[in-house]
């Protein structure tokens, strides 16, 4: 069954410090990993999206890394403002006629000063 | 103004009742897509359409309908509203298959 799951659940930070969030994957035939950011009542927004030959992207203050041998992600925050404060949302494409995306359940992420 | 617009953005309504969600983007993406997103859960893929003449149903499509009126236009309707579709739901486009999801600003159901 494909599945994506997501840690931790929730996570509290002060600002200006890093963070990882994971995410971990069984979903075949994999065709793409994305990372969303969704604040508190609205849509989620990009992040990145990683096929399977990058295993580093970039976005700011954002860096997603992809090892696909053991089907795990990584999103890491570095130097976190208050502004990051959001649900991180992990989806993986599976290959097919049209591709599936397959949700995780998000990490909830709180900064504070 | 935003690229993908959802109205209403909160709707209460009673069981049994007739409600429909509309959407409309002017990103120019042939792709649109419903989701449903409940607490504790990944958003839920309920209908999406690849063109104006082309419907499909997701994962969850029992108790939905949708029209796709335009390219920059599709709608989710819900023919006899029950409880436990009270969800926030959100459209989505995008250019491709493999391609970057757009998603609008959510609109949230209350099915008393």
């Known amino acids: 069954k494909n599945q994506v799951e997501q840690s931790p659940q929730s996570l509290i930070i002060l600002e200006g410090k890093n963070c990882t969030l994971q995410c971990n994957y069984t979903v075949s035939p994999f065709s793409n990993l994305r990372w969303y950011k969704q604040d508190t009542g609205r849509g989620p927004v990009s992040l990145t999206i990683m096929t399977f030959s990058e295993n580093t992207k970039s976005n700011g203050r954002y860096t997603a890394t992809l090892d696909a041998d053991t089907k795990q992600s990584s999103l890491h925050i570095t130097a976190s403002q208050l502004s990051d404060s959001a649900s991180y949302i992990c989806v993986v494409s599976a290959r097919g006629n049209t591709d599936k995306l397959i949700f995780g359940t998000g990490t909830r992420l709180q900064v504070f000063p | 103004d935003a690229d993908v617009t959802q109205t209403p953005r909160n709707r209460i309504t009673k069981t049994g009742k007739r409600i429909m969600l509309e959407c409309s983007q002017t990103k120019g993406h042939d792709r649109m897509y419903w989701y449903r997103q409940d607490p504790g859960l990944g958003l839920q893929l309920i209908y999406y359409?690849?063109?104006?003449?082309?419907?499909n149903k997701g994962e969850i499509s029992d108790g939905y309908s949708v029209s796709r009126q335009a390219q920059a236009k599709f709608s989710l309707s819900l023919e006899s509203a029950i409880p436990n579709q009270t969800a926030l739901y959100f459209c989505?486009?995008?250019?491709?298959?493999?391609?970057?999801?757009?998603f609008g600003e959510g609109s949230r159901l209350t099915v008393l």
């Open positions: 989505a486009t995008s250019a491709s298959n493999t391609g970057e999801l757009f």
């Open positions: 359409s690849f063109d104006v003449k082309d419907i």
